[in-house]
């Protein structure tokens, strides 16, 4: 199993986050676009596997009328280009940098304009060369589940995406939707969804989330206790603070003078928490024979 970290493409810090024990991040071109082809490059300069998401739900918080399935919070501020547009911009700049990155996921945006443009938008990702680094993204409300196996099947990356659980909706058959693609040897993402709940009963492939930053910067971090990860505040769990300190080698670390460096190393705790829930996922779906190719 892989976790990815989403949210890195905003901090400017890598060299210190990372420190070579976390591999994985996750990180939005909507982010990415505005800081020019350099941001890129820094983060693979200290990461080994790099998701580039399209940024559609940041896009479609910034759009009318728009029903998303994942759910989002519309924004005041409209985006002034269209769907078109937007991945125009997208194509260019993944042409730009496709050496800085493992893999991409399409501008899954199909309750918007129609699943059979984001289909034509895959041919263009073909002739472009890119399909082989494409991460396609299944949605029940546009995508069938017999389409959804013919997708899997005529995958040319072999790495398909599908909805995080919501509590706005019934749960996706997530068992179902992973097996059909493991049987066939596509590796499945599923976004924003790594409770204990669900990593513990659904083999999947990989994850991303961005909890990793919560509440560094109000005197807390996270931790990775007995399958699940916990938020530990330096100002109330005592038990868990001296064992997170005997990780960095003094309580005092925890509570640097410069309140940048505090923050820095609680992200580092809160990454560290991440590596083992990795790992320990990784061992518990292995002993229950299912190995991702």
């Not at 892989?2 to 990180?27: C, M, P, W």
């Not at 918080?61 to 728009?66: K, S």
């Amino acid at each position: 199993m892989r976790i990815y970290l989403a949210g890195v493409e905003q901090h400017d810090s890598n060299d210190n986050l990372f420190k070579d024990e976390f591999t994985n991040v996750f990180a939005s071109y909507y982010y990415l676009r505005s800081k020019g082809d350099q941001r890129i490059k820094e983060i693979k300069a200290h990461t080994k596997s790099i998701i580039v998401d399209s940024g559609a739900h940041s896009f479609f918080a910034e759009t009318d009328n728009v029903n998303l399935a994942a759910g989002v919070h519309k924004k005041v501020k409209k985006t002034e280009i269209s769907p078109d547009q937007y991945f125009e911009q997208y194509l260019a700049w993944l042409s730009r940098n496709r050496d800085y990155f493992e893999y991409f996921v399409e501008l899954d945006i199909g309750e918007l304009v129609g699943q059979e443009k984001v289909r034509h938008w895959r041919n263009v990702l073909k002739a472009e060369g890119l399909l082989p680094k494409c991460i396609t993204v299944y949605h029940p409300a546009v995508v069938t589940y017999e389409e959804y196996l013919k997708e899997l099947d005529e995958s040319v990356s072999r790495y398909i995406a599908i909805e995080g659980d919501r509590r706005s909706r019934a749960r996706l058959p997530y068992m179902e939707l992973i097996k059909s693609a493991y049987d066939r040897k596509v590796k499945v993402h599923v976004f924003a969804m790594i409770k204990k709940n669900a990593l513990g009963t659904y083999p999947i492939y990989s994850a991303d989330s961005s909890s990793w930053k919560a509440g560094a910067q109000y005197g807390a971090c996270l931790c990775f206790v007995k399958g699940e990860l916990k938020s530990v505040r330096f100002n109330t769990d005592k038990k868990n603070v001296f064992k997170l300190a005997g990780q960095l080698g003094g309580v005092e670390k925890l509570f640097h003078e410069t309140l940048a460096v505090q923050r820095e190393l609680r992200y580092g705790l809160s990454i560290h928490a991440y590596k083992e829930m990795e790992d320990y996922y990784t061992e518990l779906w292995t002993k229950r024979g299912i190995v991702w190719n």
